[in-house]
């Protein structure tokens, strides 16, 4: 019963770094673009390994982010896309992130060139951020069986019609 706690204060200053928080926000504002107006079910996200985005952040940030608009209750579906770097000085490239580790926490990111240890790299993919699609409700087929199609309908605020 009691409300959602908040916490998060407009702060400013040094303090803990929301970076899941501008993502979400992105992620609704794209698919509030793309979703034309009509509810969004499902919003599909891909997201590169190296924005070392933490799951559970992203879902509570998109949740809330999403309040109030068209991706309201929307489920998120997001995938890894793996990542790769390419070695300034030899050109070898890695993954340095490698998929099988056991948990995100236990991913080890080494930015370090395998082949001459050098620390100057390019970034070939990883930090991807995509909204990749997204589902949107259909509009009510209960309401009528179609006498025409009904598209693009707009809530527009209907003035109370005296019953007569
Ligand atoms: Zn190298």
Same mark, same amino acid.
């Given at each position: 019963?009691?409300?959602?706690?908040?916490?998060?204060?407009? /702060? /400013?200053?040094?303090?803990?770094?929301?970076?899941?928080?501008?993502?979400?926000?992105?992620?609704?504002?794209?698919?509030?673009?793309?979703?034309?107006?009509?509810? $969004?079910?499902? $919003?599909?996200?891909?997201?590169?390994?190296?924005?070392?985005?933490?799951?559970?952040?992203?879902?509570?940030?998109?949740?809330?982010?999403?309040?109030?608009?068209?991706?309201?209750?929307?489920?998120? *579906?997001? *995938?890894?896309?793996?990542?790769?770097?390419?070695?300034?000085?030899?050109?070898?490239?890695?993954?340095?992130?490698?998929?099988?580790?056991?948990?995100?926490?236990?991913?080890?990111?080494?930015?370090?060139?395998?082949?001459?240890?050098?620390?100057?790299?390019?970034?070939?993919?990883?930090? *991807?951020?995509?909204?990749?699609?997204?589902?949107?409700?259909?509009?009510?087929?209960?309401?009528?069986?179609?006498?025409?199609?009904?598209?693009?309908?707009?809530?527009?605020?209907?003035?109370?019609?005296?019953?007569?």
């Amino acid at each position: 019963m009691a409300g959602p706690e908040t916490a998060a204060g407009p /702060r /400013r200053g040094p303090g803990p770094d929301v970076h899941e928080l501008s993502i979400a926000n992105e992620i609704v504002a794209v698919a509030e673009r793309t979703a034309g107006g009509l509810p $969004v079910a499902v $919003v599909r996200v891909k997201v590169g390994r190296l924005r070392q985005v933490v799951p559970e952040y992203l879902d509570f940030y998109f949740e809330a982010a999403a309040r109030g608009t068209v991706c309201e209750g929307a489920a998120m *579906e997001w *995938e890894r896309l793996p990542s790769l770097l390419r070695c300034d000085q030899c050109a070898t490239e890695w993954d340095p992130a490698p998929a099988p580790a056991r948990t995100e926490d236990e991913l080890l990111v080494d930015f370090r060139c395998p082949g001459c240890r050098s620390g100057l790299h390019s970034v070939v993919s990883g930090d *991807e951020l995509l909204v990749e699609s997204i589902d949107v409700e259909d509009p009510d087929p209960q309401q009528g069986r179609g006498p025409g199609p009904e598209a693009g309908r707009k809530a527009s605020p209907a003035p109370g019609k005296g019953g007569g």
